[in-house]
């Protein structure tokens, strides 16, 4: 679907410059339909992806109508929004950004209680268990490390946060001789640590695609944990011992079982 996506998709909207709701000093850019423009970055550096797609894009539902605040210009825009809760261009723009980070924490968390699991059967680790992880002794105590944590994620969410004040500020690119550091958009910021393959630096079209996968993704990964805790509540067994489980005994052992009786 991603490819069909940047397929179909047309040349870029100009943009304006608006005011943020949360900081007098912020302006964002908005997509303005209905006039042409030359595309930016088509090239070379970070592409500033703002490249709507047209009417008939694939869609949340087949034949609805998608609102008009979702023009098809953000990555993963199938036109869900049935409260209308991006009605208003500055809280989409919040609304696209905790999106996008709540689906990167996901994946790592998902990452990180299935490769444990699974290492655990292959005997690299013993007793393990990503639902009592809080109750294991670490390398210090627990309010000790409630306190550099959230010493360390204070730092590097003010950080972006700078950066959604001034796109580009907290950048940590290399400064070289002769070779000009891109502008990245806020919530991609390349370069040589975040994108060492440059896979989200060229034309606007394959860097839709990929942004478009990783917020899939990301939402599947947010699906997933949710299930995650659910059966860990319920069952009290990890993701991949139920996986076993309901491969055995399809018929009984599924998500209605929870409205039933516990195996």
């Known amino acids: 679907m991603a490819l069909a996506i940047a397929s179909s998709a047309l040349s870029s909207f100009p943009t304006r410059e608006v005011p943020w709701k949360f900081s007098p000093g912020l302006r964002v850019t908005t997509c303005m339909p ?27 539902f087949p034949g609805s109508s998608p609102p008009e605040w979702l023009d098809g210009s953000l990555p993963g825009d199938f036109g869900f929004d049935p409260l209308g809760l991006g ?27 299935l490769i444990p699991e699974w290492a655990e059967r292959l005997g690299f680790l013993e007793n393990f268990s990503w639902f009592e992880a809080g109750e294991r002794e670490y390398f210090a105590d627990p309010t000790t490390l409630f306190v550099v944590q959230l010493a360390l994620m ?49 034309s606007p079209e394959p860097v839709m695609v990929l942004r478009t996968k990783e917020i899939k993704n990301g ?32 018929g009984h052992v599924n998500i209605f079982s929870a409205f039933t009786s516990q195996y």
Not at 42 to 55: F, H, I, M, N, Y
Not at 89 to 98: R, S, T
Not at 165 to 192: M, R, T
């Open 34 to 60: 209905g006039r042409s423009s030359t595309r930016v970055g088509a090239g070379k550096g970070v592409s500033s992806v703002c490249e709507p797609l047209p009417p008939d894009r694939p869609l949340w």
């Open 87 to 113: 009605s208003d261009p500055e809280l989409l723009k919040w609304f696209a950004q905790a999106e996008l980070m709540h689906g990167r924490w996901a994946m790592l968390a998902v990452a990180g209680i």
């Open 154 to 202: 204070g730092w590097v969410e003010g950080r972006r946060w700078a950066d959604m004040l001034n796109p580009g500020s907290v950048s940590i690119e290399p400064k070289l001789p002769h070779k000009k550091i891109p502008k990245a958009d806020v919530g991609y910021p390349g370069g040589l640590f975040f994108d060492p393959i440059m896979w989200g630096r060229g």
């Open 219 to 250: 939402r599947l990964a947010m699906l997933a944990f949710v299930g995650f805790l659910f059966q860990a509540l319920y069952t009290g067994k990890d993701p991949i011992e139920n996986l076993m489980d309901h491969i055995a005994d399809p």
